[in-house]
């Protein structure tokens, strides 16, 4: 199976963690990803306000560029990515003369974009193409005994129309951790906003975010945390420095990338899943279990 | 909050530009609070999301213009995902930043961050930071 596939800024620099163990993982499971040539910034939010046709047009490029390399599927596992660049196909797909103005604006482009690349996660790729089940025969060392709390944040699932999961109770995250042999433990946090990008302007705000959503994952038992995005991830762990001085009672807690459990559990070599790019680091908990 | 009402605000421009730019229709909101009760920047914000919708309704310009709350908003979803009548009012609220941001505003101040909010945070936090609060 190949796939063409969009990193995105941060997967190549502070979520590197989350790239080299994906591609460790999908080779594990005969999946050979091709990096979009010339890809470039999605922008990472999408465009809210109707008449703001201009920053779809970096989503839209990568869309292009996919057609350029002979596909008609684009594969993306930065939560905020995925978000961004399926929205924008979604405007393109329902208003033609969105498409007819943006197309214009990009003449000299060779492709024209004709709203038929389709936009996929990398976990609804892993469960409806790959199969769990086929992921589950290919397990070399399970992640027994580990208490798993996957956290999806919100550009995963919401809006309702753009997610391939429950908005208000989704369970991919956790069914994935449970055939990786972990155990899934499910927390009321698991969908509230860790504060995105109010990280650059009130840290103040994700160090309270941070303390309700990982001392709620730790109450139901959870050891290390599970996430699919790289600015929960930064915000989740890094920002335990600033959530341990704002609440002296706060125990911190590791978090990975989902992919980084998928290349454990699939025998890849330690140097892909680069805890060196980590706060908190997460092998004590996994050398504790017998994982590393 | 003492707040004054008049005909004048309520047929104000403000108004249509925000059901414009958020492609939302102000009226069919009843003020259930589901969107309120939800959402997880609540106790941050001193207009909370079901009295902006009323505010813009009224056409109180004023009022919502010189809010925090339209600054502490994430663009989450939750209140979107929830609301009965189907109303986007992470659209509403992003309408808001957009008619102070297009009058060259800036919320955040990229000059003025200090070298470590700039060095340390990922690219993701920088470019959907600025795309949201600069105009």
Same mark, same amino acid.
């Given at each position: 199976m190949k796939l063409s596939y969009f990193p995105g800024c941060t997967l190549k620099n502070h979520a590197k963690n989350f790239e080299d163990s994906a591609i460790c993982a999908l080779k594990a499971l005969d999946v050979d990803v091709q990096e979009l040539e010339r890809w470039n910034c999605c922008g990472t939010v999408f465009s809210l306000t109707t008449d703001d046709l201009i920053h779809h047009i970096a989503p839209v490029r990568n869309l292009i560029r996919t057609k350029e390399q002979d596909s008609d599927k684009l594969m993306t596992m930065c939560a905020m990515c995925y978000n961004t660049l399926k929205r924008s196909n979604q405007r393109m797909r329902s208003n033609p003369d969105d498409l007819d103005i943006i197309n214009d604006l990009m003449y000299r482009e060779d492709v024209k974009y004709a709203g038929d690349v389709e936009v996929l996660h990398l976990l609804e790729i892993l469960k409806n193409d790959i199969k769990f089940t086929s992921i589950a025969h290919k397990i070399t060392k399970p992640l027994k005994g580990l208490q798993v709390a996957s956290y999806y944040g919100c550009y995963l699932v919401r809006p309702a129309e753009i997610g391939f999961d429950d908005a208000e109770n989704p369970v991919i995250l956790d069914e994935l951790a449970?055939?990786?042999?972990?155990?899934? &433990?499910?927390?009321?946090?698991?969908?509230?906003?860790?504060?995105? =990008?109010?990280?650059?302007?009130?840290?103040? &705000? *994700?160090?309270?975010?941070? =303390?309700? *959503?990982?001392?709620?994952a730790a109450k139901q038992g959870a050891e290390i945390m599970a996430v699919s995005c790289p600015l929960c991830a930064f915000n989740l762990d890094h920002r335990q420095k600033e959530t341990s001085a704002k609440y002296p009672d706060f125990k911190g807690m590791p978090v990975v990338y989902f992919t980084q459990l998928m290349a454990i559990a699939l025998g890849c070599p330690e140097k892909s899943l680069r805890f060196e790019l980590h706060h908190i680091d997460p092998k004590p908990i996994l050398k504790n279990k017998g994982l590393i | 909050m003492r707040t004054n009402l008049s005909r004048h605000k309520l047929l104000d421009p403000f108004v249509a530009k925000v059901q414009e730019l958020s492609g939302q229709n102000l009226l069919i909101c009843y003020q259930c609070g589901k969107c309120s009760a939800g959402c997880p920047a609540v106790h941050e914000m001193d207009i909370l999301p079901n009295q902006i919708i009323r505010f813009a309704q009224l056409g109180l310009k004023d009022e919502l213009l010189a809010s925090k709350a339209i600054w502490v908003c994430a663009s989450c979803m939750t209140c979107n995902v929830r609301c009965p009548k189907g109303i986007n009012i992470a659209e509403i609220i992003e309408a808001l930043r957009q008619i102070l941001l297009r009058q060259r505003e800036d919320h955040v101040k990229v000059e003025k961050l200090d070298g470590s909010e700039r060095g340390d945070v990922p690219p993701i936090a920088l470019i959907s930071n600025f795309r949201k609060f600069t105009s």
């Open positions: 449970a055939v990786l042999g972990a155990t899934a &433990v499910d927390f009321p946090f698991k969908v509230e906003c860790c504060g995105a =990008y109010l990280t650059v302007d009130k840290p103040e &705000v *994700i160090a309270d975010r941070t =303390y309700q *959503i990982v001392t709620s | -």
